[in-house]
């Protein structure tokens, strides 16, 4: 059993350190573009959702003050989110339930507009 625990806390030890190699790893231009809206796998609430792909390489020309703004803004939606949340959980009344889920339906899908518009944007940009 010692040795099942030492294989295994090498493995976690060793795991990030060669996720941060393939991060590293440049990637190729010519390779074909895939659709970027949602990482293979990935569900809207797990990990950072949504915001998973924004990496340095989107967010690499901003200065750190517009990088600090631009968190600000995402920090401000999952607010709204989380309290929209709470308040739909605690909710004893059907129909009030519902009217609380389609307010984060909509904040959603407004919020999901937003970014393809940005990510059009900036492939738009690139392609420039």
Same mark, same amino acid.
């Given at each position: 059993?010692?040795?099942? @625990?030492?294989?295994? *806390?090498? #493995? #976690?030890?060793? #795991? ?5 190699? @393939? ?6 231009? /010519?390779?074909?573009?895939? /659709?970027?809206?949602?990482? +293979? ?45 709470? +308040?739909? #959980?605690? =909710?004893? /009344?059907?129909? &009030? &339930? =519902? *009217? ?27 392609? &420039?």
């Amino acid at each position: 059993m010692k040795h099942l @625990y030492q294989s295994t *806390a090498v #493995l #976690l030890l060793l #795991l990030p350190i060669s996720m941060m190699s @393939y991060a590293a790893e440049p990637q190729k231009a /010519d390779a074909p573009m895939k /659709d970027m809206s949602m990482p +293979q796998g990935m569900g809207m609430h797990q990990g950072m959702g949504m915001h998973q792909g924004m990496g340095m390489g989107m967010m690499g020309g901003m200065t750190e003050e517009q990088k600090t703004e631009h968190m600000r803004a995402i920090q401000a939606h999952m607010l709204q989110m989380h309290e929209l949340s709470n +308040q739909i #959980l605690s =909710e004893k /009344d059907p129909a &009030k &339930k =519902e *009217a609380l889920k389609n307010q984060q339906l909509e904040l959603m899908k407004a919020h999901h507009t937003q970014m393809m518009d940005h990510g059009q944007q900036k492939m738009q940009e690139h392609n &420039k």
